[in-house]
């Protein structure tokens, strides 16, 4: 499966992003979904992620409240709506599909990932 991940770019502190991960290649539809995120000299961290049919979700700690996860299985195509973004969101976002129905923050799980989107805000 091939991931595309869109819907960065740059955003003044307390705006909002809504990034797309799409599937080609075959549908992610029985698959755990994850969105992370990598700053400039830093390691990659887990930022959300949400199973298979939508009922479980996970965040990062600094994001609950803030950021929500969702998918449209019909469209083959998982979301991350950020809201009140921080310059500290600022990262190169990727999603990532997981070997199984529903996976947390567990980067071995994630087998197939998508290029990255650069996300950038301002304070």
């Known amino acids: 499966v091939q991931l595309q991940a869109s819907g960065g770019g740059l955003v003044q502190a307390g705006g909002s992003l809504r990034l797309s991960c799409a599937a080609s290649?075959?549908?992610?539809?029985?698959?755990?979904v994850g969105w992370f995120r990598q700053a400039p000299g830093k390691e990659r961290e887990f930022v959300a992620s949400?199973?298979?049919?939508?009922?479980?979700?996970s965040y990062l700690d600094s994001v609950k409240g803030r950021f929500t996860i969702s998918r449209d299985r019909a469209k083959n195509t998982v979301y991350l709506q950020m809201s009140s973004l921080k310059p500290e969101d600022t990262a190169v976002y990727y999603c990532?599909?997981?070997?199984?129905?529903?996976?947390?923050?567990?980067?071995?799980?994630?087998?197939?990932w998508g290029q990255g989107t650069e996300v950038t805000v301002s304070s």
């Open positions: 990532a599909a997981s070997r199984t129905s529903y996976s947390g923050a567990d980067y071995s799980q994630y087998l197939y």
């Open positions: 949400i199973s298979w049919n939508g009922a479980r979700t």
């Open positions: 290649g075959r549908t992610f539809s029985n698959n755990a």
